[in-house]
């Protein structure tokens, strides 16, 4: 369980001599900061905000990083770029605690500055942001690399969510004193090989990174990660075509290894999400693939789907299937059949013996119904007509005599999908039918034909 927006308390750093324009917090605002106690500052200013430290630097905020902060920021926003004894900033302290609310809206406060703040900076707020996400501590960590270090932790990944959602895609992250990007800090928590990381990063600099590991260690090309993925399953599932290839060349076997879960191969990865190019690479080099499926048995059908541009878009994730038993197929069709039988029946019977009866005087009007020109009537008799074609549809769908269907196979599940769906359709036409029909019988007497 994660922390409270009430329960990060944090001091950090080794003391350092104070600076001239330092005030240092008393024990009494210490615990005012400590529980987020604001109406302690109400009476401080911006500049007293700002100078305002502990012995470590620590400001307002890395004392507390709670649900006051947005009404100290308010007051001060110039705490959000304040250093402490080690160059953390706030944003280094939530990303350590793995409060993924608390980095949220330290990134909201920051994009919120005032614009008279950001034209003193020269950037505007997209820049600001990400100018603070990429401050380094005095161990050149940014905020990602310490939240990197523990993403075994499903706080910590909301985190790196939430760092990376307004950075540049294309920026890239330097490495910090120990010579670590993020990736590779993330790659060494969840059992990540050196292969693992290059395969997903997937760029040309990366290419030949692929090859010195493979041509030295070649036995990685096999090496799983705590989900049982290869670095071959992330270069297909993310659409790293030349990492596919590169690895490919180096080990053929690697893509016939599943995953932990459902038995899932690169080429089920790569078919999930459309990379139709790495399907056909993959196929090309090791064509038994398609006969190894995975827990739903699903490979045919997502390679007849390879084409569709929305498979694209569908992240790799269980799929449920549908299984139905003949039987139990067919015992709900002999009952379908009844119910579309019985309201093909009455629908027609009602057509015939329409409420209000036929006239029977002689003349150009005879064995028109009376009710000719009520509109409840004119409903009565649409809906009535749509109920018999409804269940005539579905009875037609069950013996496969309705076109264009009859002169093709069609699956049991999908004539049985389609007899169900027109039933359903008729029935609800039948219901509008009898309420209409009951309604223009008894219009006269308001209050019965309400009720009923």
């Given amino acids: 369980m994660g922390p409270t927006l009430n329960e990060i308390v944090i001091s950090s750093g080794e003391p350092e001599k104070p600076a001239e324009n330092i005030t240092y917090m008393d024990a009494s605002l210490y615990k005012a900061a400590a529980i987020g106690k604001i109406e302690e500052f109400n009476n401080y200013q911006r500049p007293e905000l700002e100078s305002l430290k502990t012995p470590n630097h620590d400001n307002v905020l890395h004392v507390n990083l709670s649900d006051f902060i947005e009404q100290i920021l308010f007051k001060c926003p110039s705490l959000l770029r304040q250093t402490n004894a080690k160059g953390q900033t706030p944003l280094h302290v939530a990303a350590r605690?793995?409060?993924?609310?608390?980095?949220?809206?330290?990134?909201?406060?920051?994009?919120?500055?005032?614009?008279?703040?950001?034209?003193?900076?020269?950037?505007?707020?997209?820049?600001?942001?990400?100018?603070?996400?990429?401050?380094?501590?005095?161990?050149?960590?940014?905020?990602?690399?310490?939240?990197?270090?523990?993403?075994?932790?499903?706080?910590?990944?909301?985190?790196?969510?939430?760092?990376?959602?307004?950075?540049?895609?294309?920026?890239?992250?330097?490495?910090?004193?120990?010579?670590?990007?993020?990736?590779?800090?993330?790659?060494?928590?969840?059992?990540?090989?050196?292969?693992?990381?290059?395969?997903?990063?997937?760029?040309?600099?990366?290419?030949?990174?692929?090859?010195?590991?493979?041509?030295?260690?070649?036995?990685?090309?096999?090496?799983?990660?705590?989900?049982?993925?290869?670095?071959?399953?992330?270069?297909?599932?993310?659409?790293?075509?030349?990492?596919?290839?590169?690895?490919?060349?180096?080990?053929?076997?690697?893509?016939?290894?599943?995953?932990?879960?459902?038995?899932?191969?690169?080429?089920?990865?790569?078919?999930?999400?459309?990379?139709?190019?790495?399907?056909?690479?993959?196929?090309?080099?090791?064509?038994?693939?398609?006969?190894?499926?995975?827990?739903?048995?699903?490979?045919?059908?997502?390679?007849?789907?390879?084409?569709?541009?929305?498979?694209?878009?569908?992240?790799?994730?269980?799929?449920?299937?549908?299984?139905?038993?003949?039987?139990?197929?067919?015992?709900?069709?002999?009952?379908?059949?009844?119910?579309?039988?019985?309201?093909?029946?009455?629908?027609?019977?009602?057509?015939?013996?329409?409420p209000g009866g036929l006239k029977k005087e002689k003349g150009s009007e005879q064995g028109i119904p009376f009710l000719i020109h009520d509109a409840t009537f004119k409903a009565f008799i649409v809906t009535d007509a749509l109920a018999f074609l409804f269940s005539l549809c579905a009875l037609l769908f069950h013996f496969g005599m309705l076109p264009p269907f009859s002169s093709i196979q069609r699956p049991t599940f999908l004539s049985h999908v389609g007899a169900t769906t027109f039933l359903g359709y008729a029935t609800y036409a039948m219901v509008i039918a009898f309420c209409t029909t009951i309604y223009v019988v008894l219009k006269p007497s308001y209050g019965l034909s309400f009720i009923c």
């Avoid at 909301?158 to 490495?175: A, G, H, I, K, S």
């Avoid at 090859?211 to 989900?227: C, L, Y």
């Avoid at 659409?239 to 290894?257: I, Q, T």
């Fill in 97 to 354: 605690n793995g409060h993924s609310a608390i980095v949220k809206l330290l990134i909201k406060s920051r994009a919120k500055a005032t614009d008279e703040d950001l034209k003193k900076l020269g950037m505007d707020q997209l820049n600001a942001v990400r100018e603070m996400l990429r401050n380094t501590d005095q161990e050149s960590n940014t905020a990602l690399h310490v939240a990197a270090r523990y993403v075994h932790s499903q706080h910590h990944v909301e985190v790196v969510q939430e760092l990376l959602e307004f950075e540049n895609p294309d920026f890239p992250y330097f490495v910090n004193r120990n010579q670590e990007t993020p990736l590779h800090i993330a790659a060494r928590r969840i059992n990540w090989t050196a292969l693992h990381a290059a395969a997903m990063a997937g760029d040309v600099g990366t290419l030949k990174a692929t090859k010195i590991i493979v041509e030295n260690k070649g036995d990685m090309t096999k090496e799983t990660d705590e989900n049982g993925h290869t670095p071959l399953h992330y270069a297909a599932h993310l659409g790293h075509d030349s990492v596919v290839e590169e690895l490919l060349k180096w080990d053929l076997l690697a893509a016939y290894v599943g995953d932990k879960e459902w038995e899932m191969t690169p080429l089920l990865m790569a078919a999930r999400q459309g990379h139709g190019q790495i399907v056909t690479k993959i196929l090309s080099s090791c064509p038994g693939c398609c006969e190894k499926v995975d827990k739903r048995e699903q490979i045919m059908e997502l390679l007849k789907d390879i084409t569709n541009e929305e498979v694209a878009e569908k992240p790799v994730r269980p799929i449920p299937s549908i299984t139905i038993s003949a039987d139990r197929l067919e015992k709900e069709r002999e009952v379908h059949l009844v119910v579309a039988a019985l309201i093909a029946t009455v629908t027609f019977a009602a057509a015939i013996t329409v």
